[in-house]
């Protein structure tokens, strides 16, 4: 976060406008690496930050087309001569030594620890310190297949909500004032640096991170579940083994549940004990039950974090000659639904 303030006041002073598209997977991106890979995006040696970007966009579009082989006994044949099967070699690959490369950073003798381990840190620790009862036995693979989880699901997802939200924010002037407001009342000024502990303070800015959580969340369909048993819903007989896929995108938009269902207001929340960590069906940004989003305590953090530096710290304006008509908000994307044009804003640092 700090380094995002310090590259937003730099476009301040210039006055020019900054892709917040890419800024803030530039931010997630190196939380991530951090986190996970106990690395520094700018400074590793393997860690190429365009490429990673683009590894992780062509990654999502692959996830999402439709594979014959995965409906077909012979579909195979059909997806070597539509080109799926080297696409999906090609990236695959490209994961699989990009991992890999993480991996031999971590093992070559004489690294030096972080004082927090990171969580290739700690699973090659347990794998280290695992029996041979034979119970289940944790490998390097299973450590890639964790990491590959972290950084496909932890790095588009967090980005898009905030670049959602500020894009919410931009054509919704009120909001945005009110909720600058509460976040420079209860903070106070001067402050350098935004913690953690700042989150508890705010009540409006949460209201405007459930909103965007609403109306646009980041994986509509959420990832397909399937029934342990036959069951009866709704009037319907669904056999067991049979694939779900739930659209929370439009029961977060339902008329029946919701009123002006397509407006960005916060204030819908003030009264209402709906929150969307899986307890109210009505709101499922994450899932629920025990397929639940497994990195949603870190994604909520990132997000909350990354949007309140920029509410704090800046001002902002759109391009000069654009107004809020001009903001466009067509979706696009498979697996998760993002601005198809970025955001362009000019940041004013906040005196």
Not at 141 to 169: Q, Y
Not at 248 to 277: G, Q
Not at 312 to 339: C, H, N, Q, S
Request: hydrophobic share 40%; net charge negative; with cysteine.
């Amino acid at each position: 976060n700090d380094l995002l303030v310090k590259k937003l006041s730099e476009a301040s002073q210039k006055q020019s406008p900054v892709n917040l598209k890419k800024a803030l997977f530039t931010l997630i991106a190196s939380i991530v690496c951090r986190l996970a890979f106990g690395q520094n995006l700018h400074e590793s040696e393997f860690i190429d930050e365009d490429g990673m970007e683009e590894l992780a966009s062509r990654s999502e579009k692959l996830q999402a087309k439709f594979a014959f082989s995965n409906f077909f006994p012979g579909g195979w044949i059909i997806d070597r001569i539509t080109g799926q099967s080297k696409s999906l070699n090609e990236v695959f690959s490209e994961l699989d030594g990009f991992f890999n490369r993480v991996l031999d950073d971590h093992l070559k003798p004489g690294r030096r620890v972080l004082e927090t381990p990171d969580v290739v840190d700690v699973m090659i620790d347990m794998m280290n310190k695992q029996g041979e009862d034979g119970s289940f036995q944790l490998t390097t693979d299973h450590i890639k297949g964790v990491i590959s989880d972290i950084f496909l699901a932890g790095v588009n997802t967090s980005a898009t909500t905030i670049l959602w939200a500020m894009t919410e924010l931009m054509r919704n002037p009120r909001v945005m004032k009110k909720v600058q407001d509460e976040v420079r009342t209860v903070l106070g000024a001067n402050r350098e640096r935004i913690t953690e502990q700042d989150l508890n303070k705010l009540n409006y800015f949460k209201l405007v991170i459930k909103e965007t959580f609403r109306l646009h969340p980041t994986a509509p369909l959420l990832l397909p579940r399937e029934t342990m048993s036959p069951i009866k819903l709704q009037g319907y007989d669904i056999p067991v083994k049979t694939q779900i896929m739930i659209n929370v995108y439009a029961i977060a938009r339902d008329p029946k549940i919701w009123e002006n269902p397509d407006e960005f207001e916060p204030e819908r929340f003030a009264d209402s004990s709906v929150d969307y960590r899986g307890l109210n069906f009505e709101l499922l940004p994450f899932g629920s039950g025990r397929r639940i989003c497994p990195g949603m305590t870190m994604g909520i953090a990132m997000v909350e974090l990354g949007l309140l530096n920029l509410l704090y710290f800046f001002d902002w304006a759109l391009p000069e000659g654009t107004t809020v008509k001009d903001i466009d908000m067509e979706e696009e994307g498979a697996v998760i639904i993002g601005k198809k044009v970025s955001l362009k804003l000019v940041p004013i640092r906040r005196q």
